[in-house]
């Protein structure tokens, strides 16, 4: 079986400083992947990468066998790839509801002139985005504040609406971008098992990155650790974290 | 009839490219420290036209004959007035608003150079026409070879000049030129150093309204007239310059200048149609080939 | 028993109605003059204007300071269709039809100006953004002043009085059930999503270049559709009623109503137009009494002083981003 997401050689230089180099990486379908590694080490511009806020110097990325590299954002999110943010993106002054409803919005079939004339079909179309938008916010325990704005929200749920906003576009691959960041250790252990249970319930593969060593080592299933751009080790967690070069990473030489 | 890429027009170049390079080197430090364009700065060019024109009545009954005198605190009177005019929108005006989205001081720059221009055009000793501006200094021509320039554009080139060589130095060699750097690249590092902020920014804007000042001076003398909306067309052909040069770099400001006041002559000696839109056509291909400008960076965003 | 809810789209065409029979019957009575009529008329074309700039500055997000750029091209071409082309009067049977046409045509044509102008622009950050529609306001600007078969700088005089009353009125709101149906449907909520985080917005599959465009394109019609009926009242199209300040006039008014808020713009372009009558009445009164020569510019200066002080003060403006519970369609269950 071919790999849901396949990057080949996939390098990227801001002018002369190379963020990403040469990585490659096959994501199976169904699995949840993490990717690990030291502050600036070139995580998150890999998942911009991914999700075509940069087009990458060299590569190729590779979605259902097709050739996304180079594809603007939104058409890789109709494609089926979502994500969230390490600083949050939340439509701050709309409800929580339409945070979810404008994830809908690529996916309805209503032209301008029939929102405009208000006709039978929109408002059709309306309802059932309205019913299954808050059908998402009860499964992400958010129901509560669908008529909220969102800027009101606390911390910990503007993180869980930012995830349900991204199950919203209906992906195959959610790409979580250090999800677990600034929560206490209760939150975290929610926030573990809400993404074992989206796994299941949406059936959506999922690529973390995550700094959280709890999150990664309990609900990741293989592991890819970069550091400067590169891929110094991967594959399953218990083996990853006993390899030479990764604690050197982290903890430099006399740490290991 | 010979070519318009002749001498004269070459020279005519020079001479507007030194008003706007004046002009577009306020806009330049202002956005380089507070990433603020300041839409009000063409008016401070405006008021320190007025000033020299009341300046020079002042002066020229007390020193009866004594021009160089004279022309001497007219320049100082013009950027007096553009420098403290400019430090006092910045505190009351931009200053409340330095950590709100920047719209709104985008906005509020609109208002403050509305109130400017109509405040003073609707002032009776003012008035909304046109004014003709006295010959601070007598009128000569000059014959270099085949061409015959006023002594205005060696006036207007070279005071420029001396003023960008000042300010050259300051930014190159003296703590506060330092601070003004440190401050633009990042605002909270040098606060961390135990730089005053505001104080910095404020003495910015004190320079930026000088030159601007300066501009207007020059630009009353040559041309030589004044209204209270004269600020509005160089400001924005200055501001486009800016942004040729690359927005926020003061080398860049001044090649941007010259460049477009060259340009703008050429183009105008061809047809006057196109000389009045060669600006913004520069614009437009500058904002779609090469946003950073000329010489600007690209500024990555942390996304 | 079953209650009867009524839906509260047609609250607003009430309203309307009501307002339109009011202000007819007053007039047609005698009880108003001609003076007031035509101030009320202007500032049915301001909330035009207002509504159609909000959709690109505060639904969408996007700067543009060249709004009334698009309104001097409704101006002109619907001005050069009727006057220069057709060569109608009021009494011209049939003449109300070309009028219509001409207005919808000059609609148009600003409309496809805003998607040139738009198009390449929007791609530019917000200050950028702003600079740039202020260039090209300022061309258009000069294109007309150029161009002698419309007036050049004497601008393009002799425009039939076509607009009245109704026509304006009807216009207006047609004009605010479009936008308003807009802003409050699916794609409306795209548009706001480009408004609050551009970045997530495209990260949730919008294309948002598409709807950027398209609040543009949308914003310029209205806009070229208000420019024509303005110069089919006071029977003129000038490059001075076009240029980056009379821009500036709509933005004071959308900020002081509350940027986002369609109610906000309505109140404050009646409210701003009613100022500015007030203001000009009073500096000559006050010019008369004093003897002393006081010039129309103060009213400006009060204009900038007003747009300070809500930058300062109230950057939301009246309104915020709230509507009036008569402009809020009803929620689908």
Redesign the interface.
């Known amino acids: 079986m071919s790999a849901l997401l396949n990057i080949k050689g996939m390098s990227h230089y801001f002018g002369g400083l190379k963020a990403v180099s040469n990585f490659n990486y096959e994501v199976p379908s169904g699995v949840i992947y993490g990717l690990i590694g030291p502050n600036g080490s070139g995580k998150t511009t890999t998942f911009n990468l991914i999700t075509g806020i940069y087009t990458p110097t060299e590569g190729k990325i590779f979605f259902e066998d097709k050739d996304i590299t180079g594809q603007k954002p939104y058409k890789i999110v109709q494609a089926g790839i979502a994500r969230t943010f390490q600083n949050l993106r939340i439509f701050s002054s709309l409800t929580a509801l339409e945070n979810i409803k404008i994830a809908k919005h690529f996916s309805s079939k209503s032209s301008i002139a029939s929102s405009i004339l208000r006709l039978p079909s929109f408002l059709k179309e309306e309802k059932s985005t309205k019913r299954d938008s808050l059908e998402l916010l009860e499964l992400m325990h958010l129901a509560n504040r669908a008529d909220e704005a969102a800027k009101n929200l606390p911390y910990g749920e503007l993180r869980r609406l930012e995830i349900a906003r991204a199950l919203a576009t209906k992906p195959k691959l959610i790409l979580l971008d250090e999800p677990a960041a600034g929560m206490n250790p209760k939150e975290v252990d929610e926030l573990m098992n809400l993404i074992t249970r989206i796994r299941k319930e949406f059936n959506v593969t999922i690529f973390l990155i995550e700094h959280h060593m709890k999150v990664v080592m309990g609900i990741c299933e293989y592991i890819k650790v970069i550091d400067f751009g590169e891929t110094i080790a991967e594959g399953l967690p218990e083996v990853v974290a006993k390899d030479a070069k990764v604690l050197e990473a982290y903890l430099g030489k006399r740490g290991a | 009839m010979g070519s318009i890429f002749n001498a004269q027009q070459v020279v005519n170049g020079l001479q507007v490219g030194s008003i706007y390079a004046l002009i577009a080197l306020g806009y330049t430090m202002v956005y380089g420290i507070v990433r603020l364009i300041n839409f009000a700065h063409g008016d401070f060019y405006m008021l320190g036209a007025y000033a020299a024109y009341a300046a020079f009545f002042v002066f020229n009954s007390l020193f009866v004959g004594k021009t160089g005198l004279v022309a001497f605190f007219v320049l100082i009177a013009s950027m007096a007035a553009g420098g403290i005019i400019a430090m006092l929108a910045n505190r009351l005006a931009y200053r409340p608003l330095r950590y709100k989205p920047k719209l709104s001081s985008l906005i509020t720059a609109i208002g403050v150079s509305m109130f400017l221009e109509y405040f003073f055009s609707a002032l009776p000793i003012v008035g909304p026409s046109y004014r003709s501006f006295p010959d601070i200094i007598p009128r000569v021509n000059i014959n270099l070879g085949s061409a015959t320039i006023s002594n205005y554009v060696v006036i207007d080139i070279l005071v420029a000049a001396v003023l960008m060589i000042g300010l050259t130095l300051l930014v190159k060699k003296s703590t506060l030129g330092k601070a003004m750097r440190a401050v633009s690249q990042d605002k909270d590092a040098a606060r961390l150093m135990g730089i005053d902020i505001e104080k910095v920014i404020s003495f910015t804007f004190l320079i930026g309204g000088a030159f601007a000042g300066a501009a207007g001076l020059l630009a009353g003398m040559t041309y030589p007239r004044i209204v209270p909306y004269m600020g509005i067309q160089p400001g924005l052909k200055a501001f486009i310059a800016a942004v040729l040069g690359g927005i926020g770099n003061i080398p860049g400001a001044v090649l941007g200048a010259y460049i477009m006041g060259l340009a703008e002559t050429f183009a105008s000696a061809y047809n006057s149609l196109i000389g009045e839109g060669i600006a913004f056509a520069i614009l437009i291909l500058v904002l779609l080939i090469r946003p950073t400008g000329l010489l600007g960076e690209k500024i990555a965003d942390k996304i | 028993m079953a209650k009867i809810k009524l839906p509260k ?1 047609p609250k607003f065409l009430m309203a309307a109605v009501v307002f339109y029979l009011v202000i007819q019957g007053l007039y047609t009575t005698g009880i108003m003059n001609g003076y007031l009529l035509h101030i009320i008329n202007q500032s049915l074309i301001y909330v035009i204007l207002a509504v159609s700039l909000n959709l690109i500055n505060g639904i969408t997000g996007q ?1 543009s ?1 060249g709004h009334m750029a698009f309104a001097g091209v409704g101006a002109y071409v619907s001005g050069t269709i009727t006057t220069l082309i057709f060569k109608i009067n009021p009494s011209t049977p049939g003449g109300i039809w070309i009028f219509i046409g001409a207005i919808l045509v000059g609609g148009l044509v600003a409309g496809v100006v805003g998607f040139l102008i738009g198009f ?2 929007l791609r ?1 950050k ?3 953004l ?3 529609t ?3 306001g ?2 258009i600007r ?1 294109i007309f002043n ?1 161009i002698d078969y419309v007036g050049g700088p004497r601008g393009l005089l002799g425009i039939p009085m076509y607009s009245n009353f109704t026509v304006i009125f009807i216009a207006t709101v047609l004009t605010v059930i ?1 936008i308003r ?2 802003v409050q ?6 548009m ?2 480009i408004r ?2 551009e ?10 270049t598409k709807y950027k465009v ?1 609040a543009f394109v949308i914003g310029a019609f209205f806009a070229g559709i208000a420019g024509g009926l303005f110069a089919h009242l006071l029977q003129l199209a000038h490059p001075t009623q076009f240029g ?2 009379k821009s ?1 006039e709509v ?2 008014m959308i ?1 002081v109503g509350g940027v986002g808020s369609l109610t906000g713009s309505i109140i404050a372009a009646f409210g701003l137009t009613f100022l500015s009558e007030g203001l000009r009445i009073g500096i000559r009164a006050l010019a008369d009494a004093t003897n ?4 129309g ?2 009213r ?2 009060v ?3 007003l ?2 002080f809500i ?2 003060f109230r ?1 939301e403006g009246i309104m915020g ?1 709230k509507e009036s519970k008569l402009l809020k369609l009803e ?3």
């Open positions: 789209f700067f300071l390449p622009s530019l917000g200050d950028y702003a600079i740039v202020m260039g090209f300022e061309i000069t150029n479009i149906n807009l449907s699916s794609h409306g909520r795209a706001l999503s609050e985080n970045l997530a917005a495209e990260l949730v599959g919008i294309n948002t398209l980056f300040l500036t933005l004071i900020y002393l020569p006081i010039g510019e103060w400006m200066v204009y900038a002083l747009l300070i930058m300062l950057t981003t929620e689908v269950d």
